[in-house]
């Protein structure tokens, strides 16, 4: 059992950055494979970033490829996503997620196991 806890959000101007952080509980992190989805108003979750248990693999949606980036450090059982050039269409809660067994970056949200609650990132223009 993995229980995460994402932290990190807030409100920002355009074109600012923002770190999220999530921390997971149990001495399997290293384990599993992370991703990051967002969720806006109204809209699906949609896949963000995603990256391997060894942290040797990452892959990117289109949207935000080139301005965010997926990392991981298994001694401190936490991932990040660092976000720049944030930009409004960014606007959404971001969720955390841990899944597989020693695999790869995971992109589809229902092959994921555990979820964090959410942090809100809000992009004013």
């Known amino acids: 059992q993995v229980q995460l806890g994402e932290s990190g959000g807030g409100l920002v101007q355009a074109g600012g950055s923002l770190r999220l952080s999530c921390a997971a509980s149990?001495?399997?992190?290293?384990?599993?494979?992370f991703g990051w989805f967002r969720q806006a108003p109204g809209k699906e979750r949609e896949f963000a970033a995603a990256?391997?248990?060894?942290?040797?693999?990452?892959y990117y949606a289109d949207s935000v490829k080139g301005r965010f980036t997926i990392s991981r450090d298994n001694a401190k059982n936490t991932v990040y996503l660092q976000m720049n050039s944030l930009k409004p269409e960014d606007t959404a809660v971001y969720y955390c997620?841990?899944?597989?067994?020693?695999?790869?970056?995971?992109?589809?949200?229902?092959?994921?196991?555990?979820w964090g609650q959410g942090t809100q990132v809000t992009v004013s223009s």
């Open positions: 997620a841990a899944g597989g067994s020693y695999g790869g970056p995971i992109v589809r949200h229902y092959d994921y196991d555990y």
């Open positions: 990256i391997s248990w060894s942290g040797g693999s990452t």
């Open positions: 149990g001495s399997t992190f290293s384990r599993y494979a």
